[in-house]
């Protein structure tokens, strides 16, 4: 079964750092562009942080640059994203994914309606 287990959300104060961690299984998520997406009360899904699958293009948000880390472990078959000195903004329930077909030219992955995981909520509040 192919699956995607979002974890690590939790709430912390402004400044304070969180590591999320994405478990990949029934698929190889080292053959797949991959990303982290967010969607905040009220607001649309948007685009945090991708991986490309040929040459490791990373993409980040103008938002959490400098702030965020996006990285995998192909060992473990699980990507992070690593969230230093968040901020009230951040706030969001935060989704990964990995692209529709195995080694596309996207940088940030293709997911379907439908195609999104629960998610680990990200409460950033003093």
């Known amino acids: 079964q192919v699956q995607l287990v979002e974890s690590g959300g939790g709430s912390v104060q402004p400044g304070g750092s969180l590591r999320l961690s994405c478990a990949a299984s029934?698929?190889?998520?080292?053959?797949?562009?991959i990303g982290w997406f967010r969607q905040a009360p009220g607001k649309g899904r948007e685009e945090v942080s991708c991986i490309s699958v040929n040459d490791g293009t990373t993409f980040y948000a103008d938002s959490v640059k400098g702030r965020f880390t996006i990285s995998r472990d192909n060992a473990e078959n699980t990507m992070y994203l690593q969230m230093n000195n968040l901020n009230p903004e951040d706030t969001a329930v935060y989704y990964c994914a990995a692209d529709l077909i195995p080694f596309s030219q996207r940088l940030c992955p293709l997911v379907l309606d439908g195609g999104w995981g629960q998610g680990t909520q990200v409460t950033v509040s003093s």
């Open positions: 029934g698929f190889t998520l080292e053959h797949y562009a």
